[in-house]
């Protein structure tokens, strides 16, 4: 057994968790609350005047990290698919 597990591989040994959060990711009312909280703090980075430009870029950057990790937390690498290469004779003259 490996104690050494990372936070998502933890997570993902609950299967229900998993099918639960592609649930909740897929809904289209989770994307547009996701926009636009993204929005709304790169608007309130760029109004606060104590705000580095520089550093409110990154900041923003690290909150987009944040949403891709989010979206992705689900995904297990283990359990895609591979699809066999088929050859469906399309340089095959008739």
Excluded: C
């Excluded at 929005?39 to 409110?56: F, I, K, M, T, V």
Aim: charged share 25%.
């Amino acid at each position: 057994m490996n104690y050494n597990l990372t936070p998502k591989t933890a997570a993902l040994q609950d299967t229900d968790f998993a099918k639960r959060h592609h649930a909740i990711v897929e809904n289209p009312d989770f994307e547009r609350s996701i926009q636009v909280a993204l929005a709304e703090y790169h608007n309130q980075l760029s109004r606060d005047p104590g705000n580095d430009p520089a550093a409110a870029y990154w900041r923003g950057q690290g909150a987009e990290v944040f949403v891709r990790v989010l979206r992705n937390l689900a995904e297990r690498p283990d359990l895609t698919k591979t699809v066999e290469d088929i050859n469906l004779g399309q340089n095959r003259r008739i």
